[in-house]
């Protein structure tokens, strides 16, 4: 995994050659996040986005259990002893005021949520948040992560 060169740098970029660093980048990224931040997960089908929330999710919970995608149900909850994760997918959205009705507002305040296709959101930015943009690369995939407000400095976590 290649890390940022210039540590006060607003964002850093990842190399991952397959799942498991994937998922390993997924995990460092829990360790700063508390209830109200969200992580807006970016990219194509197929980039990686629930393969980095699967390992988000097993280091919050603290249990490597496989984390189904919510494709189709939409939202996943976890509770751990640090509070509960929201794992919500809004691919299938075709309204921002539909994520209301899944409980997002909720979700906001009492979570850490975890959204695959934010930009179903339209111009949503919570003030805390870490953007992450995965692409395929050769076999594997490239993420940038970028941090906001009280995550400015969690993108050089990896």
């Known amino acids: 995994m290649t890390r940022p060169a210039a540590p006060d740098s607003p964002e850093a970029a990842f190399e991952l050659p397959d799942a498991e660093a994937t998922m390993a980048l997924g995990a460092r990224l829990a360790a700063p996040l508390q209830a109200g931040d969200v992580v807006l997960l970016r990219g194509d089908l197929g980039a990686g986005k629930t393969t980095l929330a699967r390992g988000l999710v097993a280091a919050?919970?603290?249990v490597d259990e496989d984390a189904p995608s919510p494709t189709y149900t939409l939202v996943q909850v976890y509770e751990s002893a640090r509070g509960p994760l929201w794992h919500m997918d809004l691919y299938r959205l075709q309204d921002p005021e539909e994520a209301l009705e899944l409980?997002?507002?909720?979700?906001?305040?009492?979570?850490v949520t975890v959204i695959e296709w934010p930009e179903r959101?339209?111009?949503?930015?919570?003030?805390?948040?870490?953007?992450?943009?995965?692409?395929?690369?050769?076999?594997?995939?490239?993420?940038?992560?970028r941090g906001f407000g009280r995550l400015a400095g969690a993108a050089h976590v990896g």
């Open 103 to 111: 409980g997002l507002e909720d979700a906001l305040i009492e979570a």
């Open 121 to 145: 959101l339209g111009a949503f930015a919570p003030p805390h948040r870490l953007e992450i943009d995965l692409a395929a690369q050769g076999a594997g995939r490239r993420a940038i992560v």
């Open 60 to 62: 919050w919970t603290g």
